[in-house]
Each structure stands twice: as C-alpha cells, then as structure tokens.
C-alpha cells in the first residue's frame, strides 16, 4: 500500500519517534474494544504530545488520505473509538500523552485540561483545590476526559450537576485539515454567535479532535447521606424519588435503580457483597444526598421522608449507611452490576431513557414481551432512575452462553427499542451511537434530521476523513 | 415593488386575515426595538397561529426572496428582532399568536410550550403545577419563551440553574425553506449524534424559528432569605461570593453587585426606595439563597458567615430582609437600575463577562481609563456577580444629554471591550450580537470562528434570507 507507506514515511519525516507507532504488536492494543466487539486493523497509532503535533498529524492524514479515529481511554460500549472493518486506512489518534493539568483556579470554579487527561486524575487535581469535578462514571478510572466531552459522558451525579455537556466551559479543538480552533475561554455566559463548541460535545469524533477544555468545577459537599431502599415495583421507585427529589432538589446527587437479578449477579460474582436486608425483594433505589452545609443532619432530614414511605407501603424497607464501610458497600453493590454481568458471560446491552413517568410501563413491557422474542432470556435493568436512563441488559438463560442470544440480537434489540421510542424515549442516551447503533440512529431520526447532521458533518469534515463509520454514513 | 406585492397576494391566498398585517400603521409598533435605536421599514407582519401556518410563511418567504426577521417580545437591548436598515425586502414574524402551553408534566418535570408565551406566564404554568420554571429576568412580563431561546437569555438565577440553554430538553423549528424540524423530546438524556437544538439555541433567528419547546423545571424552593451587603470594593464582594459559594452552593440562587451611581439613580427615579444603610458605602451585593427544606434555618446558617466577613472588614453593613415586604424592597433596588437609568436619559450600554477573580482588576481599569476617553462621563457598573457578568453602562456627565456621549460611542466602547476581552473576558454575556455588535464579534473572534459560523449558517439557510444583518454578515 503505496498510501500508507507515503504516510507513513511522512510522519516519521515530520515528528519525532515518540509520536507514532507502526508494528502491528505495537498496534493490537488500540484496535480493539473494551467490551472486545470490535477488533479492526489500523494503519498507525498516533500518540501526540501537544496540540501542535496532533494538528500537524491531521494535516498530513488530510493530505495522504488517511482516516482518522480519535480515541481516548477506549473504555466505550458502542465501538465509538476503534476502527471500522472494510474501510480505507485508518489511523487511531490516541490523546494519552495529552495529561497536561493546565491550570485549577479555584476563585473562578474552573480547570482547564488537556484531552487525555483520565477523569480521575482530573477529579483529583480538583478534590486538591478544595472543589469538586462532578463527574462520576464506572469507567472513570481509566477514561480521558476527551472522550468524556466527545461522547457527552454522564454517570451517576447527573441529577444534581448534569451531562458533561453541562460542565464544558471552552474547548480547544483540532479540525480534519490540522487547523486549531481555541475556543477555551472560561466564562459561565458567553452569547456570542454560534456557540461551537455545543457541536463538538457529543459528536464521538466525527468532526474533530477536542485536545483540551475548560470545565466548570463546583464547591465539595461536606456532608452526605446513603441510603439503599427495597422496592416490590418501579412504581414505588418513582415515588420515592419524587418524594427525595421535592426535599433535597439538587443535594439528591444519585438515584439508582437495580433489580434482585442484579443483586444475585453481584452477590455471585462480588467477594462479600451481600444484601444488607434480611429479606429478599424484587427492586432496589440507592440514594445519595449531600449537603455544603458542614454542620448538616441529613438523617434527620430524610428519616421522616422514609418513614412516611415505609409507613404508606412505597418501601418495603430501608436502610442509612452509618459509617464509610457501609456506605461503600451500598455503592459496591451498584457499581460492580458491570462487571458481574461480564462476569456471568455477558449481555446484549441497551442504554434507554424515557420521560420519568413512562418508566414503569416501559419496564412491563420489556418483562412481559421479552419472553416471546427470546425464550428464557433473562433482563438485567438498572441505572439512573432519576435521569430516566436505564440500562435494559439481556442475559441468555441460566447456564447458556451469550452465543445463544447473539443470533436473536437484531430482534431483541429492535423490540427494547421500540417500546422505548413508542414512550417518547431514546435508544442511546448516555453510551453514543459508535458504529453499534448507527442503524438505530436511522430507523428512529427523521429523514431530516439525519441531513442536517450530515450537511453539518459535510461543513466541518467535506471528505469525511474524521472517524469513519460513525454515527453517519455519507450517502445514507 | 412588484416582488412585495406578489409575496402579500400570495400571503392572502394562502393564509387566513389573522395571520398578517400590511399596512404601515399596524407594521409600524413591530418595526422599532424596546431602546428605540433602531426603526426599519418591514414589509408586512407576519402572525401565524401554529407551526403549520409558520411553515407555510416561511415557503412564501423563500419563494419570494422576502427575508424573515423572527421577533418574540420585542424585549432585546442588541437590535435583534427588527429589520436592518437598506437591506431588501423583510418581513417580521411575531409569534405572539403561539401562546400554548401544550403540557405541564410535574412527574416528568417538564413543561411543553409554544414559542409565544409569555415568560411569566410559563412561569405562573409552572407554579400552578407546584414546580419553579427558573430563569427570572427583568423583561419576565413581555418577553418571549421562543425569544429567550433563541436568544439564550441569563438574568438573576444562572448561577443555581443556569442560562436558558440549561432548561432546553427539546425544540420545534421552522427551517428557513419551511420544513418542519420537530425535535421535542423531554429526556434528561439522549446522546443521538449532533445535538441539534443546541445549533439554534442562542442562535438569535440567523437559522430558522423557534416554534415549540420542551423545557425542564425543578422543586419550588420552600424557603428563602435575601440579605443586601455594603461593601467598599469588588475585591470583598469576590469574597463574600466565594464565602456564600462555599456553604450554599447551587442554593445560593443570585448574587447581584451595583454601585453607589446605581443606588442613586434608583433613589432619585423609584419612589420610595432608600437604602436600608445609615451611611453611604461604595457598592452593594444583593444575595438571595433558598432552600427545598421547608424548615431550613437559613438564618441560623448565614448568619454566622456574615459575622465573620463583618468583623474582619469585609462587609461595611449588611441587612437581612425579615419578611416579604422587606424583601421587595430590596430586589426593587436592583431591579429598577435600568428604568432608573432611562429615566435619566440613557446610557451606552456593555454587557460583559469577565473570569470571576478578574472582576476587580476590570472594574478598575475602566474607572480609571474612563475620564481620558469621556470626560465626567459617569460608569454605572451593576449586574451578576456570580456568573462574572457586569452591565457597564456609561452615562454621560450630570446634566448633559446622552447625544454629547454617542459622539464618543464607538471609542467608549472599544475602551470598554478592549479591557474586557484582554482579560480573558467576552463583549457580550447574555444580550447577544443582534445588529449591535456585528463589529464586535468581527473584530473579537478569530477568522476560522467566524468563517465555522458562516458556513453552518450557510448550510441551514443557503440563500441567507434568515434575520440578516444580524450576528454574521455573508461576505465577511
């Protein structure tokens, strides 16, 4: 391949070694997946260590005709950041050299931070300034905070401080043919014309390579409260959020949801993690709230909430974290759901969001259909319950491998996705759409909607060199 | 003109009487903005009473070549909503007609509107469903929903719920040739490939017409308390920002600064406002914090704080409203910095952003670089602290008529700008570039910027008929 040798003889000509690698050794690493679905060659691995150099790489791919796939800590679910088959050279632009931690001021509440600076090390310079990042995701210690701005990440403090679109003040972004736009100003109002970095968040790369931003930091609670509750149905759950939410606003900083088939994952697959309840139930809400009031009794707050709850059978019980320890086996129960549904063998994921009140139907009718698409397929749900945003993961039967439900796939999902968007709900609202749900994307968004984006698209990228095969396609 | 009167007899083919207005004492009332600096001809009004009709004045619109100048409340301070000077043919169209409020859902909190609505009426929607729509401005009882939108209007509650954008779940939208976009969806989340609406939000009409919205509402704060501060500088009002920040966070809901120019004016033109102080003092900051909890003691907990900065000197005095009478009082202060200056004959207005530790630095850049520029011209400086955003208004000497000063306008302001933007700051937080400050954003922004503005304009309205000669120029 003349192209590539072009290139590549370019790039060694134009940076220095510790800028790119070639061997497919080398290479392997970057070309697959997280969730190993994907597992695609690339021409180049791109490592730059400034802005500078990721502007003259994408020139020279602009010039040689190489794709280019813009990766972060590659800890995506819908292959968002690893090649696609059958295309042209690719090469993927890893921004994990790009750690620089440009400033923290904590008068003004803002950092600015280069792309592939990992979400914990960023929560950390700003835990360090006495202020809060609040950004929290499963992934977080191993994802950049590129990819979090690229994919508009969001997690688990959403409720109380947003997406991460929410949190970007100012960005800085190389465009396809290497040219710099810096837009990193640190101001909370700016009303001036078309607000470009809007169109950079969430764009998983299509349209550029985000190499550092200004982000919004907030002051750190002093005091917070976990409680985990026992539910027999989400009808409950939303009624214990609603109640929560009219008392603490804001200060509810997480509302998750899981169900007993999670709990057994976890209790299976977690050393030690086990149900604080005595009895077993069909549902659970685990809940946090903060407070910057040092001096704050949250218990006495939220213990006549639960009580009122419990006493009007919405909870079927409830129990308060009283001490570090137990508030982080609470959390662990939630957190490791992932890792036992890996564990277990793995699921077809959806992540879904619906208005808040549609989320019991919208759960009966995933359990009641499901068994007629996909005979003993067993539903994993949970997420953000205060977001409306679940995660419906489908497990083959007990003691079957996933192999099994991976043919009934395309059924499975076209029917979870279906239901969703009958309610007025969404098939993507936190994962992206990746090259995993690009017919998603199509069947659910009107035509024109899919022709803005890609007239859009065609204005910042006209040769459609950026990410390929990413949420757009060209002709289609 | 030929072009004109084939559009209207085409107009009243197709549409019924209500839906325009032609001649030139009904066009007249929409064709001057709420400061009376600019009054441009139109070629008829355009009033349609639905999306569908919208739809249908665009196509004719774009048929006929007759530009389309969107106005909601007619409420803004940067020429936006009225016809340009010498440009061709161009019609206004009100949405004033557009006043549903198609659903209040306090399940899902959130609210589905038509652009028309008055924002205090969607406010007092809002309420009746026990729920907060949270953003408050002076304009509140004429201005547009679809105008704040399109303008992505601030006022005094950004720094707990953020500017208009924060509040947008989802947008109907008139595209330039008359398709209809309808992107009304009310989910917390949807990451769906480029996020449209974030395009045509704050885009100011160069786009399309905002016809329909989904907005997110929160809990009403149960209780509240409003404190005003003396202070003799910016540096203690940083501090008492930062002090506050600290213990209430997002439940600190305003943090509004004037000076003693402002208090004046307001003293000479409001009767019965007096400052709640014995003595005089150099500026002021108005807080207000609020709370979910319907027995918080915010009091009890502000209290301590203000002691604190009292005895080590950073506040002179300060004053805590005891009821809702007092209370008024206090925000009538505040508010009626604009009428008060009206009705001293005007000012040349800024609307600046500055990083939030730069504010004092600013600040005394321009009342020391002033007097050269325009001599015994008098600063009045007022606005929301907590987001870095001051209205630096300059009156002309006492006395002498606002005419003496526009003689000196464009120097004044580029004085004025200059300062700002080398600060790190922007010539326009919340007002917007409307016909005003064209120059500005020309002059402030970056080639590759403005050309990526251009180009996205030019992709959804090719043939540039939307609000021209606002915010971008074609050619430059």
């Not at 993927?92 to 600076?117: F, K, Q, Y």
Request: charged share 20%.
């Amino acid at each position: 391949m003349n192209q590539v040798s072009d290139f590549t003889a370019a790039l060694a000509r134009a940076l220095p070694e510790s800028a790119f690698r070639l061997s497919a050794d080398d290479r392997r690493p970057f070309e697959t997946d997280w969730r190993g679905l994907f597992n695609n060659a690339s021409a180049a691995i791109l490592l730059p260590g400034s802005t500078d150099e990721t502007a003259q790489m994408l020139k020279l791919c602009n010039e040689h005709g190489i794709a280019v796939v813009p990766q972060g800590g590659n800890t995506g679910l819908v292959g968002g950041a690893v090649p696609i088959e059958n295309s042209g050279a690719q090469a993927i632009l890893s921004l994990r050299r790009m750690r620089a931690i440009r400033n923290v001021d904590p008068l003004n509440n803002t950092m600015e931070i280069e792309a592939g600076v990992i979400l914990q090390a960023a929560q950390q310079a700003a835990e360090a300034a006495d202020r809060l990042l609040p950004l929290s995701l499963a992934a977080e210690g191993s994802c950049q905070v590129g990819g979090t701005i690229a994919t508009n990440a969001g997690g688990i403090q959403v409720l109380a401080y947003g997406s991460m679109r929410n949190l970007v003040l100012g960005l800085e972004v190389v465009l396809p043919d290497g040219q710099v736009w810096n837009g990193l100003r640190s101001l909370r109002k700016d009303n001036t014309g078309i607000d470009l970095k809007q169109i950079f968040i969430g764009s998983e790369g299509i349209l550029g390579v985000i190499t550092a931003a200004t982000l919004r930091l907030v002051p750190r609670p002093r005091k917070s409260l976990t409680a985990l509750a026992a539910i027999s149905d989400p009808h409950q759950a939303l009624a214990l959020l609603r109640a929560t939410q009219e008392n603490f606003g804001s200060e509810l900083t997480s509302c998750e949801y899981f169900g007993a088939a999670g709990l057994e994952l976890v209790s299976r697959h977690l050393p030690g993690a086990v149900s604080p309840f005595a009895n077993s139930h069909p549902a659970f809400v685990l809940l946090e709230v903060s407070s910057l009031d040092a001096d704050a009794d949250l218990a006495a707050r939220i213990e006549p909430v639960f009580e009122r709850l419990v006493t009007d059978g919405t909870l079927q019980d409830v129990v308060i974290a009283q001490n570090e320890t137990q508030r982080q086996r609470l959390w662990a129960l939630r957190e490791a759901l992932s890792e036992g549904e890996r564990a277990a063998g793995g699921a077809i994921k959806h992540d879904i969001a619906v208005p808040i009140f549609a989320i019991p139907d919208v759960l009966h009718s995933i359990e009641s259909g499901l068994p007629e698409i996909a005979p003993g397929a067993r539903p994993n749900i949970f997420g953000h319950l205060g977001d409306g945003n679940l995660h419906v993961n489908i497990m083959p039967p007990e003691g079957r491998a996933i192999d099994l439900l991976l043919a009934r796939a395309t059924e499975i999902t076209s029917f979870i996705e279906g239901v969703v968007v009958a309610a007025g709900g969404t098939f993507s609202a936190e994962h992206g759409i990746g090259q995993l749900r690009l017919k998603s994307l199509k069947q659910h968004r009107s035509s024109l909607e899919l022709e803005l984006m890609r007239a859009i698209k065609g204005v910042l990228d006209p040769k459609w060199m950026m990410n390929p095969g990413k949420v757009l396609n060209q002709g289609s």
